[in-house]
């Protein structure tokens, strides 16, 4: 069974398709050489690159309530375009949100290409994976349980920001991690998130060459030195930062609405 599949060099699944008895027509006519299955994978590698550098910059964004309310509050408006345009448009927002949907759901559609399409297929993998004991290919699995459940995670969170982008300030966004019962969705988000997109880089570095030393052998110890470097540091700076949320959310429980004012120095700025 082992036979119906193979892995790359990342630990990809594919599915060996057996060839077909010859016959006279197809002796005679030598076959074209598809190229979409390599463009497939060249455009599931640029989504996911996209995806993961935009997800190391969303989390420094978020992360600035660690800094002040202030500070928090000044990145909101600055995405809504109000240092730009003179008052904030919060449908501004809801563009981005709607191109990193769209990103997502053409990486996940990509990505579904090579996991198991059935009972026979899991079970090759499973048995493949078990006997061989390949790092990267466990990895590749790990992947696909955590794209799994992102696929489900992510979208709620995604269609949150798309239809209330308003809602996006200290208070408010304290009030929907806590109020609104939000934060054991973003806990279970932040590990599948971290592991996934950790895992998501490091696999495309093995994948296309990059930083590839003299010795692959050497340098893929150093590149899962980074990984586990990366995804460790996000992860704290995650958990940290939804700490302070949920404290957050927890002290302006009695005020759940209330929006955050800001100084009166920045009072021009407003949300109306």
């Known amino acids: 069974m082992s036979s119906l599949i193979k892995t790359n060099a990342s630990g990809e699944l594919g599915v060996q398709v057996l060839p077909l008895p010859l016959t006279q027509s197809t002796t005679q006519s030598t076959p074209r050489k598809n190229r979409w299955p390599a463009r497939l994978d060249v455009l599931q590698s640029a989504t996911g690159f996209a995806l993961a ?8 964004f978020v992360s600035t309530i660690l800094i002040s309310h202030q500070a928090f509050y000044s990145v909101a408006r600055f995405f809504e375009g109000a240092y730009f345009l003179g008052k904030p448009y919060p449908i501004l927002v809801s563009g981005v949100v709607a191109v990193i949907l769209a990103l997502f759901i053409g990486h996940a559609a990509l990505a579904m290409r090579k996991f198991p399409a059935g009972y026979r297929q899991f079970s090759a993998f499973r048995l493949h994976k078990n006997r061989f ?29 798309l239809t209330q982008p308003a809602l996006i300030g200290p208070f408010e966004s304290a009030d929907r991690v806590w109020t609104g019962n939000m934060w054991p969705l973003y806990l279970g988000l932040l590990f599948a998130v971290e592991l996934h997109g950790g895992i998501g880089l490091y696999r495309l570095a093995i994948k296309w060459g ?35 949320y949920v404290d957050l959310g927890r002290a302006h429980a009695d005020h759940a609405g209330e929006r955050y004012t800001p100084p009166q120095s920045l009072s021009s700025i407003d949300r109306h």
């Open 133 to 161: 004991q390949h790092g990267d290919t466990s990895l590749w699995w790990i992947q696909v349980l955590t794209g799994f459940a992102l696929f489900f995670m992510t979208t709620v969170h995604l269609y949150d920001m």
């Open 210 to 244: 990059w930083l590839e030393g003299h010795n692959p052998r050497q340098s893929r110890r150093r590149l899962a030195i980074v990984r586990h470097s990366i995804s460790a540091f996000f992860i704290t700076l995650g958990l940290v930062t939804l700490l302070a």
């Open 53 to 60: 550098v935009f997800l190391m910059a969303h989390m420094f």
